[in-house]
């Protein structure tokens, strides 16, 4: 008889977004004519920038010529991507990443749900509420939580996210081993200064811990002060990891392509205390698990680090920030308090109310979709969340009705 992954059956059953797809189909049903403007998935909503978009072409062409042609490529990654990002992600910002540290991958999301399989199963895992819920899920698909009770799963350790921590979660109070931590955070938006940033790697340095730093909204970042990669708090190449993702920063979500740092320097430990570098483990890891980025996808990555490619990816970016500047004044203006909009994609909004409450209102009353706060944690109560990935015009336009509704 073929026996099932039990820890699968402790998964929420319904997906956030298929529920807040289910409420938009029903409104839609009844409102055939309305026009729903949907501010709510964290999908880009710009074509690709002129310079990734001629690289992948011309890439594509190589392939089709025998003396061009490429097969199978490095799991890794091709040299040329790596050493662009060693160069200008990193060694531009102080942060000494070498090119053969950068593991290029298909997403963010597979890595940072598939680098918790090179941990045992018993260790302590400590994930923020609220949370981008593929750090949850992995480990319960990996059997390292209890049930879901009370909004939790017994067993995770939940690093809260509140108005009275300036949604900076404080360390934990009981030892944790593997620690997520996600800034420009989603869905809060919230940022963290290097001196906060530098308790954590000090936390880490104390207790043996690992970070798993999730920057994928690391191109949303203006303020000078604020650090874009954890390598730039002395001591984090010991003990964390960095995800980034070309999704967000060069609209690569249809297209595919992102990468992961491991430090030679981070290590782990076995059962006798012996350490073991990280890199070797996610080494095993990637080139038997993993195939590669296919040679045009990461040709057009390579492009986001031309001069062009600098250029556009600057002006989408700004134009979502642009958008998320207009959220978050509209928003407080009608006298909500927000956080997030600055440095990153988007505003959390404390709507004083039940956040599906909210999330019904403003599709009800003007046909926007939100996404409710409480599908992140139970810290998300209360909140909403909206993304500036759509265009001037419907971002105007939603906030028009959102004024009419609830002026
Ligand atoms: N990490 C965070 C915090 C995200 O919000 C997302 C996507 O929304 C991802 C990772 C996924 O990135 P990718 O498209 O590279 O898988």
Avoid at 247 to 268: D, E, L, Q
Avoid at 285 to 301: D, I, L, M
Avoid at 331 to 345: A, D, H, I, W
Avoid at 392 to 400: D, I, K
Wanted: proline letters at 5%; charged letters at 25%; glycine letters at 8%.
């Amino acid at each position: 008889m073929i026996l099932i992954n039990e820890h699968y059956l402790k998964l929420k059953s319904s997906y956030l977004f298929a529920d807040i797809a289910r409420r938009v189909t029903s409104f839609q049903e009844k409102h055939p004519d309305m026009e729903i403007i949907k501010l709510g998935i964290g999908d880009v909503t710009l074509p690709l920038p002129k310079a990734c978009l001629e690289a992948m072409h011309k890439a594509v062409d190589e392939m089709g010529k025998s003396e061009t042609f490429r097969g199978y490529g490095p799991e890794q990654g091709y040299a040329f991507l790596r050493e662009k990002i060693a160069e200008f992600d990193f060694q531009a910002r102080g942060a000494q990443i070498e090119p053969d540290e950068i593991f290029i991958s298909d997403g963010a999301k597979c890595d940072t749900g598939n680098f918790q399989e090179l941990f045992a199963q018993n260790i302590t895992i400590a994930v923020p509420d609220p949370v981008y819920p593929v750090y949850v899920d992995t480990n319960v698909m990996a059997g390292r939580t209890g049930s879901f009770t009370n909004g939790r799963y017994e067993g995770l350790v939940y690093l809260e996210s509140t108005k009275e921590n300036n949604f900076i979660p404080e360390l934990p109070k009981t030892p944790v081993d593997l620690i997520y931590l996600c800034f420009p955070n989603n869905p809060t938006g919230a940022t963290i200064t290097k001196e906060e940033l530098k308790k954590w790697v000090d936390y880490a340095h104390e207790h043996k811990a690992l970070i798993l730093f999730d920057a994928a909204y690391e191109a949303f970042i203006r303020d000078e002060d604020l650090p874009h990669s954890i390598y730039e708090i002395d001591g984090a190449k010991e003990v964390a990891i960095e995800f980034r993702s070309y999704s967000k920063t060069a609209g690569f979500t249809g297209t595919r392509c992102a990468y992961t740092v491991v430090p030679k320097a981070c290590m782990a430990y076995d059962q006798s205390g012996k350490k073991h570098p990280v890199h070797e483990l996610w080494n095993r890891r990637h080139t038997t698990k993993f195939n590669g980025v296919s040679y045009p996808v990461q040709k057009a990555a390579e492009a986001v680090y031309s001069p062009e490619g600098q250029e556009q990816v600057k002006t989408n970016i700004d134009y979502y920030l642009e958008n998320a500047r207009k959220i978050r004044t509209q928003m407080q203006k009608l006298g909500f308090t927000c956080v997030g909009g600055e440095n990153s994609p988007y505003v959390w909004i404390d709507g004083q109310m039940d956040s599906w409450e909210f999330f019904d209102l403003l599709l009800n009353k003007a046909g926007v979709v939100c996404t409710p706060g409480a599908g992140f944690g139970k810290c998300g109560q209360g909140f909403i969340r909206i993304s500036a990935f759509n265009s001037h015009e419907n971002v105007e336009e939603a906030m028009r009705r959102i004024e009419k509704a609830l002026g």
